[in-house]
Structure formats: structure tokens, C-alpha cells
């Protein structure tokens, strides 16, 4: 067998697979998230005897879901741009000046990716109780979620710091430009798509945090998680569950989606508007 | 560098790693302060080795530490060795490799609970797995097949979920393998799965420590997947450690909590240096 059939035959071994793994439980969601309760969608037929959105319009207008939504995309956004501000000094420490301990230092951002995220979730609370702060979740889950998030912004950020080019600082500075105005066209081209990066990657770590959201909100606070979680478990209902994960996962694919072009464009050649 | 720029550094640090090194900190201080009885929530602030003595003595929670220790372990097996293969094969584009390797990474956007739904749903009692082995004959009535008490069905989402994550990893390892590297063991004589033994397992092996860390501490800590689709009469110790922490019992909650950290630590250093012991092994 030459080396293409191999790729040939691998590739539609593949596309089985895929299709079990992916196409299979996405395509059952949906289905389910259609059944119109007027017929029940018994094991003895293939697809669902009634279908409407009457699930998608009942979830809207009768659940928590309105109000997990605001919540979620309320404390996103935020999470995003205070991760930003808080990254953005030490990312530019670690990025443009050289000092003894700089790796021990970029090592250290990682250490939220270590300490497993219930443990965090459960004495974060614990400590907040200690303070008295416990009553204050929105902030606190806002807090938290823009620090776990930091060594991905520290890390994007470093590496948009690094990129930026000196003799671009340097022709600024001898063209008289004001600091400002060095940072407007030196800095700001170079870092521009590292900070969308950073926005969007805490916007979708957000969007997605379970642990903190779940012990420290519950139950005031509900996030679209945690009320998928709840969906899963006392109250589980197959369509509405199948609405919630639907509504979780659609707009994170679309942004991730952005996120590897982002990515893919964060080049210095281009970014810095030449080679 | 003068104390000024010392300054300098210090102060663009505070904001970033500043925070996280106080955050981290404390959490990891008042985890192990309450499970030595300090900083009580109800008033009690004494130093004791009763929480320890209480919890370590308890039949359960020996059982979530071997039980987590399982699920973590052959999660990061299984997902390193389903992930290297795939790694080796699209290491050369060629005509639709993008998008296999898009697909395969699909699993990655999806969030964690969504995916044990999917999967509960596809293997439910009269979901379509059962229906589609009744229909080929193989099975004559439905089974249960959620809450399995060997826990195939955690491990096979945290397959789901992880294998794409080190598939990625492995794949910046493997394609930073230049060909001439390769095409030399080639003219030596090198067949495919000694290229394997000898040249990609030895110059990969960082990423490959790199992969089954970070999943061996994620699966290890699962909470989600265990609480949705774990066996019912067994509990992780994230689960066990939510369990007490929901009774108000925090005290009993930090044992566990530090256990989970300590041991988390400890396997997954374990781990990693096995995985260069094998592959040492094999590349004399």
C-alpha cells in the first residue's frame, strides 16, 4: 500500500470516528433539545415524532437561564479587562527587562494551573468568610476569576512584549515623540493582537469556570455552568439540559474560532508593519 | 542593576504575579491552617491532629484517594497514548490533514459538563447506543451503562476532553523534528518503530511529561464528570472534600484538600519521571 492509500484509508477510519465522537452526540443534543413535549420521543423511533423550539422559548421565558446569561456575560467581560490591566505590568516586566530570577518568575504565573480548581474554589470561600467578605459573591467571583486567568494573560502579554522592537522605541524617542505617542506607535501595533487574544481567552475562561462560580455563588450567583450543572443533576430534564449545553457550547466554539486566528495573526512581521 | 530598577522590576510584578502569589498562597496556608484545626469558621482557633486522625482513619477516604489516584493515572496514559500516534501521523501536512487535526481538537472548545451530557445522553438506557446494539443483535435488552462502577464512563470523557490537549502539545514536539533527523536513522537501517523507540519518543519526551502532568493533576481532581456520569458509590476527592465542606465541616474538608494537593504533587512527579525512565529505557 503506497504512503496516499495509507492517508486514504486512515482518513476515512477517521471521519467513522469523528463522526462517533462528534457528530453523533451534537447531532443527538439538538434533537433532543427539539422534542415537542405535545409527543413524548419514545426508544422505538428514530427521530422525534413532534419537533418545535417550544423547549428553546419555555427555557428562555421560565428558568434562571435569562439570569445566568446576564451574570455570565457580565462578570466575562470584566473578568477580561481586569486580567488585562493586572497582566499587563508584569508581562511587560518579563518580557522587556532583563533581571536575575526572570524564569523562576514566569514559572511561578503558572501555579493556578496546579492547585486543583476546587481546592482554590473551597478556601478562596473559606478565606472570604474569615474576612467577611462572603456577601460581596459577584465581586469575589470577578476577583477570582480574573486571577486564575492571569498566567494566560501573562503568558500572551510576555510574548506581545517581547515582539515589540527596540529600534522602533528608538526611532520614536529620536523623533521626539512624546512617551504617549511612543507607546501609540511602537508599543501599540506590536501588542494590539496579543490583547485581543488575552480579552477573548479570559472571556472564554470565564464564560466556562465551574468551580469558583459554583462554591462561592450558590446559591445567589448562577452562572450558565452552574445551572447546567443543576440541569444535570436534581432537576434533569433530557430537552432542557440539551437547550442549556447547546447554549453553553455554540458561541465558545465561535470564539475560540476568532481566538486561533488571533493567535495565528499575533506575528511581529506583521504586527509591527514590517520585517 | 541598581535598587532602582529593582523597585522598578518589584512594582510591575505586584500587580500580576504579585496577586497570584498572594492568592495561591493564602488559599494553599488556610487549607493546611484548618486542617490543623486553626482559623475555625465557628470560633475555634486550636492547633490539633484531630482532623487528620478523624479523616485518614475513615474507610472513604482511603477509598476516593485510590479511586482518584485510578482515574488520574490511566487518564493520562490513555490520552498520551492515543495522542502520539495521531502526533506522528499529521506531523507532515498533507491534503486534508488541517482538518483532521481541527476535528480532533474540537473536543477542546467543548466545556466539560457539556461533554458529559453529550455523552450521558448518547448512553443512556434507551439512548442510541443501546438502541443501535439491540438493533445489530448483539444486545438482547437495554443496559445500564451511566454510573458504571469501574468508572469507563469518567475516564472516557476525560479521554474526550484531554486527548485533544496532548495531541496539541505532541504535535509542536514531533513537527519541531527536523527530517533529516529522521531520514538518517532511515539510512541506518532504522525501521519505523525503532524511529519511534530511538529518535521521536527521546526528543518529544518534554512535551510528553508536559501533557500527562497537567492532565494527571486535572483528571485526579475531577469533580463534574465524577458527580455526572461517575460511579454512584465511590467518591472522588474533590467530591468528598465539596461533601464536607457542604456539611460545614471545613476542618475535615482542608485534610482532604491537602491530601489532594500533596498527592497530586507527588504523582504527577512520579508520573513524569517514569515516562522518562521508559523512555530512556528504550532509547539505549
Given at each position: 500500500?503506497?504512503?496516499?492509500?495509507?492517508?486514504?484509508?486512515?482518513?476515512?477510519?477517521?471521519?467513522?470516528?469523528?463522526?462517533?465522537?462528534?457528530?453523533?452526540?451534537?447531532?443527538?443534543?439538538?434533537?433532543?433539545?427539539?422534542?415537542?413535549?405535545?409527543?413524548?420521543?419514545?426508544?422505538?423511533?428514530?427521530?422525534?415524532?413532534?419537533?418545535?423550539?417550544?423547549?428553546?422559548?419555555?427555557?428562555?421565558?421560565?428558568?434562571?437561564?435569562?439570569?445566568?446569561?446576564?451574570?455570565?456575560?457580565?462578570?466575562?467581560?470584566?473578568?477580561?479587562?481586569?486580567?488585562?490591566?493586572?497582566?499587563?505590568?508584569?508581562?511587560?516586566?518579563?518580557?522587556?527587562?532583563?533581571?536575575?530570577?526572570?524564569?523562576?518568575?514566569?514559572?511561578?504565573?503558572?501555579?493556578?494551573?496546579?492547585?486543583?480548581?476546587?481546592?482554590?474554589?473551597?478556601?478562596?470561600?473559606?478565606?472570604?468568610?474569615?474576612?467577611?467578605?462572603?456577601?460581596?459573591?459577584?465581586?469575589?467571583?470577578?476577583?477570582?476569576?480574573?486571577?486564575?486567568?492571569?498566567?494566560?494573560?501573562?503568558?500572551?502579554?510576555?510574548?506581545?512584549?517581547?515582539?515589540?522592537?527596540?529600534?522602533?522605541?528608538?526611532?520614536?524617542?529620536?523623533?521626539?515623540?512624546?512617551?504617549?505617542?511612543?507607546?501609540?506607535?511602537?508599543?501599540?501595533?506590536?501588542?494590539?493582537?496579543?490583547?485581543?487574544?488575552?480579552?477573548?481567552i479570559v472571556f472564554i475562561q470565564s464564560i466556562e469556570e465551574f468551580a469558583i462560580a459554583f462554591i462561592l455563588g450558590s446559591p445567589d450567583v448562577v452562572t450558565i455552568p452552574t445551572l447546567l450543572f443543576s440541569a444535570l443533576g436534581q432537576d434533569y430534564v433530557r430537552p432542557n439540559a440539551a437547550?442549556?449545553?447547546?447554549?453553553?457550547?455554540?458561541?465558545?466554539?465561535?470564539?475560540?474560532?476568532?481566538?486561533?486566528?488571533?493567535?495565528?495573526?499575533?506575528?511581529?512581521?506583521?504586527?509591527?508593519?514590517?520585517? | 542593576?541598581?535598587?532602582?530598577?529593582?523597585?522598578?522590576?518589584?512594582?510591575?510584578?505586584?500587580?500580576?504575579?504579585?496577586?497570584?502569589?498572594?492568592?495561591?498562597?493564602?488559599?494553599?496556608?488556610?487549607?493546611?491552617?484548618?486542617?490543623?484545626?486553626?482559623?475555625?469558621?465557628?470560633?475555634?482557633?486550636?492547633?490539633?491532629?484531630?482532623?487528620?486522625?478523624?479523616?485518614?482513619?475513615?474507610?472513604?477516604?482511603?477509598?476516593?484517594?485510590r479511586y482518584s489516584f485510578y482515574v488520574g493515572t490511566v487518564s493520562a496514559i490513555l490520552s498520551v497514548a492515543l495522542a502520539y500516534p495521531l502526533a506522528i501521523w499529521l506531523r507532515k501536512p498533507f491534503t486534508g490533514s488541517m482538518t483532521i487535526g481541527a476535528i480532533l481538537k474540537a473536543p477542546m472548545l467543548v466545556?466539560?459538563?457539556?461533554?458529559?451530557?453529550?455523552?450521558?445522553?448518547?448512553?443512556?438506557?434507551?439512548?442510541?447506543?443501546?438502541?443501535?446494539?439491540?438493533?445489530?443483535?448483539?444486545?438482547?435488552?437495554?443496559?445500564?451503562?451511566?454510573?458504571?462502577?469501574?468508572?469507563?464512563?469518567?475516564?472516557?470523557?476525560?479521554?474526550?476532553?484531554?486527548?485533544?490537549?496532548?495531541?496539541?502539545?505532541?504535535?509542536?514536539?514531533?513537527?519541531?523534528?527536523?527530517?533529516?533527523?529522521?531520514?538518517?536513522?532511515?539510512?541506518?537501517?532504522?525501521?519505523?518503530?525503532?524511529?519511534?523507540?530511538?529518535?521521536?519518543?527521546?526528543?518529544?519526551?518534554?512535551?510528553?511529561?508536559?501533557?500527562?502532568?497537567?492532565?494527571?493533576?486535572?483528571?485526579?481532581?475531577?469533580?463534574?464528570?465524577?458527580?455526572?456520569?461517575?460511579?454512584?458509590?465511590?467518591?472522588?476527592?474533590?467530591?468528598?472534600?465539596?461533601?464536607?465542606?457542604?456539611?460545614?465541616?471545613?476542618?475535615?474538608?482542608?485534610?482532604?484538600?491537602?491530601?489532594?494537593?500533596?498527592?497530586?504533587?507527588?504523582?504527577?512527579?512520579?508520573?513524569?519521571?517514569?515516562?522518562?525512565?521508559?523512555?530512556?529505557?528504550?532509547?539505549?
Amino acid at each position: 500500500m503506497t504512503r496516499e492509500q495509507l492517508n486514504k484509508a486512515l482518513l476515512i477510519l477517521l471521519l467513522v470516528i469523528c463522526t462517533i465522537w462528534l457528530v453523533i452526540p451534537f447531532g443527538m443534543a439538538i434533537l433532543w433539545s427539539l422534542v415537542d413535549p405535545s409527543e413524548p420521543w419514545t426508544a422505538d423511533r428514530l427521530l422525534p415524532p413532534a419537533m418545535s423550539f417550544w423547549r428553546w422559548r419555555d427555557m428562555w421565558e421560565n428558568s434562571s437561564l435569562q439570569v445566568a446569561m446576564a451574570t455570565s456575560y457580565t462578570l466575562a467581560p470584566l473578568a477580561a479587562l481586569l486580567s488585562l490591566a493586572l497582566a499587563t505590568p508584569t508581562a511587560y516586566a518579563l518580557g522587556r527587562i532583563a533581571f536575575p530570577g526572570r524564569e523562576l518568575a514566569k514559572l511561578l504565573c503558572l501555579l493556578p494551573l496546579v492547585v486543583p480548581g476546587f481546592v482554590t474554589a473551597i478556601f478562596f470561600t473559606s478565606l472570604l468568610f474569615q474576612l467577611g467578605l462572603h456577601t460581596w459573591r459577584f465581586g469575589a467571583i470577578l476577583f477570582a476569576h480574573a486571577v486564575l486567568a492571569l498566567p494566560y494573560a501573562i503568558r500572551i502579554m510576555t510574548v506581545s512584549f517581547e515582539q515589540v522592537r527596540q529600534d522602533h522605541i528608538d526611532a520614536a524617542r529620536d523623533l521626539g515623540a512624546t512617551p504617549l505617542a511612543r507607546f501609540r506607535v511602537a508599543f501599540l501595533p506590536a501588542l494590539r493582537p496579543g490583547i485581543f487574544a488575552t480579552l477573548l481567552i479570559v472571556f472564554i475562561q470565564s464564560i466556562e469556570e465551574f468551580a469558583i462560580a459554583f462554591i462561592l455563588g450558590s446559591p445567589d450567583v448562577v452562572t450558565i455552568p452552574t445551572l447546567l450543572f443543576s440541569a444535570l443533576g436534581q432537576d434533569y430534564v433530557r430537552p432542557n439540559a440539551a437547550v442549556l449545553s447547546l447554549i453553553l457550547v455554540v458561541p465558545n466554539v465561535i470564539l475560540m474560532l476568532i481566538l486561533e486566528r488571533l493567535l495565528k495573526s499575533a506575528n511581529p512581521t506583521l504586527a509591527s508593519g514590517k520585517g | 542593576m541598581t535598587l532602582r530598577r529593582w523597585l522598578t522590576v518589584i512594582l510591575l510584578l505586584l500587580p500580576g504575579l504579585g496577586l497570584i502569589l498572594g492568592l495561591i498562597g493564602t488559599v494553599v496556608w488556610i487549607a493546611i491552617a484548618q486542617s490543623f484545626g486553626l482559623y475555625g469558621l465557628n470560633g475555634e482557633d486550636q492547633f490539633t491532629l484531630q482532623y487528620w486522625a478523624e479523616v485518614t482513619d475513615r474507610r472513604v477516604f482511603a477509598r476516593s484517594i485510590r479511586y482518584s489516584f485510578y482515574v488520574g493515572t490511566v487518564s493520562a496514559i490513555l490520552s498520551v497514548a492515543l495522542a502520539y500516534p495521531l502526533a506522528i501521523w499529521l506531523r507532515k501536512p498533507f491534503t486534508g490533514s488541517m482538518t483532521i487535526g481541527a476535528i480532533l481538537k474540537a473536543p477542546m472548545l467543548v466545556h466539560g459538563l457539556v461533554a458529559a451530557f453529550l455523552f450521558i445522553n448518547v448512553i443512556a438506557y434507551h439512548g442510541i447506543l443501546n438502541q443501535a446494539m439491540q438493533a445489530l443483535g448483539i444486545w438482547d435488552e437495554p443496559r445500564r451503562l451511566q454510573n458504571d462502577s469501574n468508572a469507563i464512563g469518567v475516564l472516557i470523557l476525560q479521554v474526550w476532553k484531554n486527548m485533544p490537549f496532548a495531541l496539541l502539545l505532541l504535535t509542536g514536539a514531533v513537527q519541531g523534528i527536523s527530517d533529516d533527523v529522521l531520514d538518517a536513522a532511515r539510512d541506518l537501517g532504522a525501521g519505523a518503530w525503532d524511529r519511534f523507540r530511538k529518535v521521536i519518543a527521546p526528543l518529544s519526551i518534554s512535551a510528553m511529561q508536559a501533557a500527562m502532568v497537567i492532565i494527571f493533576i486535572g483528571a485526579m481532581a475531577d469533580f463534574s464528570f465524577q458527580v455526572i456520569a461517575g460511579p454512584t458509590n465511590r467518591q472522588s476527592m474533590s467530591q468528598l472534600m465539596v461533601f464536607f465542606k457542604d456539611r460545614g465541616d471545613w476542618h475535615s474538608a482542608a485534610v482532604v484538600g491537602v491530601t489532594l494537593m500533596g498527592l497530586a504533587m507527588l504523582g504527577a512527579s512520579a508520573l513524569a519521571f517514569l515516562a522518562r525512565l521508559v523512555m530512556k529505557g528504550r532509547s539505549r
